[in-house]
Each structure stands twice: as C-alpha cells, then as structure tokens.
C-alpha cells in the first residue's frame, strides 16, 4: 500500500507514479526546479513499471474500487462516436480515477460543511436528466446504462458531485465575487468601441505540466486530439481530462475577444481558426490546452443564425434486439410517412398514427444546432421537414419547421447585466479551481 497526503492529485494530469513516491536522492550537488533539489542522476530504490497502473483508491477513507472506474470509462466511450484505442485507454482509466477523487473530494467537503446532498436529490436530477437529454424514464435509463456497460450508480454519482460542487460554490464563492458598476460599464464602452469586430466561442481543454512532467504531458495531449480527430466528443474529452473549472461546461469558455485570454499563442491560433476546427497541444504557461472553436460572430452586427425557430422533432425508437435490416424498413416506412405530413399543424395526429412521438420547442436559436442542421434549417420555409436522420441505438428522428422569427438587423448590444453576470461567471471560475487544488493538496489518499 502507498500512502500519501497533500499530494496535487491535478486532474487530467499524468505523471511516473513512482517518480515522486520512490526517488532516492543522493547527497551531493543538485539541481534546481521548481524549489525541488534533484540529482543529476536519478537513482530509484525501486525499478518503476510505467504499466503499473493501480486501480484503486481511498481518499479520506471513502474508496474508489476498479468497478467505479470501469463504469465510468464505459460511459465516456458510450459518448464517443469514435473507439477509443487500446493504446489511449489505460491514459483514460488514469483520468477518470482522478475525476472519480475530485467528485469524492467535493462531496466529502460538502458533508463536512453540512450541505450534504441527498439521495432524493439525486434521484430527482436524475429522473430529469434521464427525460430531457434521451426522452427516457428512470427505469428506462437504467437499463440503458446496464447495457453499456455501465450503471445507474455510476451516472448517480456524478450527479451527486456535480450538486455537492455547485452548492458549495453557491455559499462559499459566489457571495466572496465582486464585479463594481465602473468595471462593467468600462466593458460596455470597450464593446461598443468594437462594433463590428470578431468575438469568439471557444472549447478549451488544458492539462497542466510542469518541466518533469512536460514530455508525458505533452504526448497525453495529443492522444486526446487523436481521439477528437477520429470523432470523440469534445465535450465529454473536456469533462473527463481538462483541469480548468469550465469542464463542467464541457470546456465551454462562453463568448469572449481574444484579448481576454491573455495568452498571445492561445490568441494567434484562434484567429487563423474557422468554426469546427481544432488546434493542439498548445505549450503555454503552465501547461498544454487544446482549442476547438465553436463558434464565431461580429460584435453587434446582425447573423441569420441568430433567428428563433419553432420545431417539432418526430422521432421513433428501435426496440432492443432489432436489426440493421429492420431498422432500414421501419426507417424507410417513416420516411414515407413523413412526406405525407402537411405542416406542423396535423403532424401529432399523424405522428401518433406511426406510433411516433412529437417533442416541441418553440425557442430553438439556429445558433444552438449541429452546424448541419443549421445550414439546413436555415433555408427552409414554414412546414417544411428536414430528411430522417439518426441511427440504431438513438433511433430516428425529423424536425418541422413551425416558425421562424429572424434577428433584427443590427444587433442588440449586450445588457449592463449580462455583462455582469458574464464577470462574475469567470471569477467564480477562477476561484472554484483554487478551492478544488486546495482540497486536492488536503487529502489523504491510499491506492491499493
């Protein structure tokens, strides 16, 4: 057993386990880094095994097992459209084992500090999780996850990390965040100073290194842009790896001029970047990060995509157990049916003839769609339907268009307290990452 207290357990971070736990240092000269004196030489009492990889963890008594892990690297892969190669999984289990400590941290601090999430919460966001993101009772979702390979437990205890963390954000942060009326209002003058200049919507995914650590850093980097590039998705890569306190958001930095980054190389890649496109590793201050842009728009300038539609989705499901060829015919047999839809106006009476199911928005920005869709959607008239689209495991799935309200043609300028409320955001986002590195460096942690 290996025992060990106030180590920085940085998420998404990989180091040589055995490099910092058995390191012989031999009287003499040494050299300096980062206030550690190293030999020139490095004698190990012991040989490290770079496969040696432990499964398991205690983390002030509350253990995480193999099983834990296993869960939720099946989840991560179920969001991946894209496999994930047996090379990069073992870099993937040593990441969720590190958001498996920081979801146990957040959750021990959270009972510390009488703010203990309860079972009935966690069901509920559950039951609402399971409705809203897959149409799906909590039964349902169940036996989802099972057949994945994961679990309820495992999705229920990001959950539960996820309400621990935001409630302790909610009492101990945000009261201690100030944004002055004079800050605000200096951002307004410099927005309206920049009518017509680029602002842009940026993913980041940031792995922190220092320089022992910067080569293995720097090679886990880009397994992640391997596994994007193949079709991964962003924003679960973002959840599980990234070390900054917008994971939570999938890596999402919200709208932003690129000065606000304050990082010229972050900035010049971004710049050169179309919307879709990702860049990285890039090597900056204290680490690497990885840019997807997401998207991009002129400040106070009028964008079609930013018109509200009205949708109906039509979708049907396939029962487990059905094949490809079944799922073909019943496909071409909505198609069909589809075509002989006469607007929005009688589609729930047709949808329910096909045993289909109708869901309805009727404050969809074009923004928020998959780019195809917004292409798509965007040149439609009122009635039209786009083609099926979807697949086995997700069923298939037509939106109607039921109304479009376009954008007025010169952009409104951002509000005194959206701007406000986008300052405070970042702050808190600055401040939850200090708290979550302090309890990290606060915990007692064994791994078996």
């Known amino acids: 057993m290996i025992r060990f207290a106030r180590n920085h357990l940085l998420f998404g971070r990989v180091l040589a386990a055995p490099l910092a736990l058995a390191m012989l240092l031999p009287i003499g000269a040494a050299a300096q880094s980062d206030g550690f004196n190293f030999p020139d030489d490095i004698n190990f009492l012991q040989q490290p095994d770079p496969n040696l990889r432990r499964a398991t963890a205690r983390v002030n008594g509350n253990i995480i097992t193999g099983t834990d892990v296993d869960h939720r690297v099946a989840l991560i892969v179920a969001s991946n459209e894209a496999q994930i190669p047996p090379e990069q999984m073992q870099s993937l289990r040593l990441q969720v084992l590190r958001s498996l400590i920081d979801e146990t941290l957040q959750v021990q601090e959270a009972v510390a500090q009488e703010m203990e999430v309860t079972a009935e919460e966690v069901n509920e966001s559950y039951a609402s999780y399971a409705l809203e993101q897959f149409n799906r009772t909590p039964e349902q979702m169940d036996e989802f996850l099972t057949s994945i390979g994961a679990s309820p437990r495992t999705m229920k205890r990001q959950i539960q990390g996820q309400l621990a963390w935001e409630r302790l954000l909610r009492r101990n942060v945000t009261p201690f965040i100030n944004v002055s009326a004079e800050e605000v209002n200096e951002l307004l003058a410099q927005m309206q100073a920049s009518r017509g200049q680029f602002e842009y919507r940026i993913g980041e995914i940031y792995l922190s290194a220092n320089p022992n650590t910067r080569d293995q850093v720097r090679a886990n980097a880009q397994q992640i842009v391997n596994l994007l590039r193949q079709g991964g998705s962003f924003v679960a890569a973002a959840q599980t790896y990234s070390e900054a306190s917008s994971k939570v958001t999938g890596g999402d930095l919200g709208w932003l001029q690129l000065e606000r980054l304050q990082n010229p190389t972050m900035e010049g890649a971004v710049r050169e970047m179309v919307p879709g496109q990702l860049v990285g590793p890039l090597e900056i201050p204290g680490g690497f990060s990885i840019i997807y842009l997401i998207d991009k728009r002129q400040i106070g300038m009028s964008d079609p995509r930013d018109a509200v539609l009205s949708l109906k989705q039509v979708s049907i499901e396939f029962a487990p157990g059905t094949t490809e060829t079944e799922a073909q015919l019943r496909a071409e047999q909505f198609a069909s049916a589809v075509e002989q839809f006469q607007g929005c106006g009688d589609a729930d009476a047709r949808a329910a003839a096909i045993g289909a199911t109708v869901q309805q928005n009727d404050q969809m920005s074009a923004r928020d769609l998959p780019e195809a869709l917004q292409t798509l959607l965007l040149r439609m008239n ?32 951002p509000q005194f307290d959206q701007l406000m409320n986008s300052l405070e955001q970042e702050r808190i986002n600055r401040r939850a990452q200090s708290y979550l590195r302090d309890l990290r460096r606060d915990a007692v942690i064994d791994y078996d």
């Not at 099926?388 to 039921?402: A, H, K, S």
């Open 382 to 413: 009122v009635g039209e339907a786009t083609p099926p689209f979807g697949d086995l495991q997700n069923g298939v799935r037509v939106l109607l268009l039921c109304g479009r309200d376009d954008p007025p043609a010169q952009a409104q300028a």
